[in-house]
């Protein structure tokens, strides 16, 4: 991958007013994003490797691309403004129609996660992007240090 991305993994995940919080990062940093509950579920039962009843959304997208031919190779995270972050999907894809190209398709950075994390797919950030966002390493330490704060919160441990 090139040097203009970092590599981050959900690191852990907590219940947050209205939502979920998400937490992105690797050894040098940590940042959160904010998340619908039933996003951050998806998150943690991909994750968790827990199988669900009926197909969630993003097992129907992995499902979907599975049977196009397609493949997710990778998240990146590509924007921060306004509180905002955005997210790219970077999929490869190969059939009889298609020979192997990589589409670009723009998502909710929480959709992504959520793929990603059903895929097993890398996640990135973008190196401005990086640089932006504020680390929260210390607030995730001292989440941890706590314990469990209440129902909903699932940190890496636990996944």
């Given at each position: ?9 959900v ?14 990062g ?22 968790q ?44 894809a ?10 670009e ?55």
């Amino acid at each position: 991958m090139s040097k203009g991305v970092v590599e981050v993994h959900v690191r852990a995940l907590a219940a947050a007013d209205g939502g979920c919080a998400v937490f992105l990062g690797n050894a040098e940093k940590v940042f959160l994003i904010l998340v619908d509950q039933s996003v951050g579920v998806a998150i943690a039962l991909a994750l968790q490797g827990t199988p669900t009843e009926r197909p969630l959304t993003h097992e129907l997208v992995a499902t979907v691309l599975r049977a196009l031919g397609a493949k997710l190779e990778r998240v990146v995270i590509n924007n921060f403004e306004r509180d905002t972050f955005f997210a790219t999907l970077v999929v490869s894809a190969e059939n009889e129609l298609l020979r192997k190209s990589l589409l670009e398709l723009d998502a909710r950075p929480s959709d992504c996660i959520a793929l990603a994390a059903r895929q097993g797919a890398p996640i990135y950030v973008n190196r401005d992007v990086w640089n932006q966002v504020e680390d929260v390493s210390d607030a995730l330490r001292k989440l941890r240090a706590e314990g469990s704060s209440g129902p909903g919160e699932w940190n890496e441990e636990d996944l």
